[in-house]
C-alpha cells in the first residue's frame, strides 16, 4: 500500500484522514440493498476534503448517544476531527464532505 511519503509529502504526525475516512465511507449506502459508495479525496496546501457519495436520500443527523450505546457518536466524531464538514443532496442521492 502507497504510503504519504511515496506520494512525495513528508512524513509527519497521523492526521485525522483515515478515521474520517472510514466513518463517512462505512455509513454510505445505509439502509440499502447493494450500497455503492463513491470516494474522492483532494489535497491542496494545507487542507484535505474527503467527499462521499452514495444513493440514499436520507442525510446524516446527530444521534444522542448513552454511554451504553455502541451507536450514535459517528457525527460527533466527524466534527471533533474536523475544521468543517456538511452534506448536500444530489439528483442521485447524496454527498457528505468534510473538510481536515
Known amino acids: 500500500m502507497p504510503t504519504a511519503v511515496s506520494y512525495g509529502t513528508p512524513a509527519r504526525a497521523p492526521t485525522p484522514c483515515q478515521p474520517l475516512t472510514c466513518r463517512l465511507e462505512s455509513r454510505g449506502g445505509a439502509g440499502l440493498p447493494a450500497p455503492v459508495v463513491r470516494l474522492w479525496l483532494v489535497a491542496?496546501?494545507?487542507?484535505?476534503?474527503?467527499?462521499?457519495?452514495?444513493?440514499?436520500?436520507?442525510?446524516?443527523?446527530r444521534r444522542?448517544?448513552?454511554?451504553?450505546?455502541?451507536?450514535?457518536?459517528?457525527l460527533m466524531l466527524?466534527?471533533?476531527?474536523?475544521?468543517?464538514?456538511?452534506a448536500c443532496r444530489k439528483p442521485s442521492g447524496k454527498v457528505v464532505w468534510v473538510q481536515i
Open 64 to 74: 444522542s448517544a448513552d454511554p451504553e450505546s455502541e451507536h450514535g457518536r459517528g
Open 78 to 86: 466527524v466534527e471533533s476531527l474536523s475544521k468543517q464538514w456538511g
Open 44 to 61: 491542496e496546501h494545507d487542507n484535505v476534503v474527503i467527499r462521499v457519495w452514495d444513493a440514499s436520500v436520507h442525510m446524516p443527523r
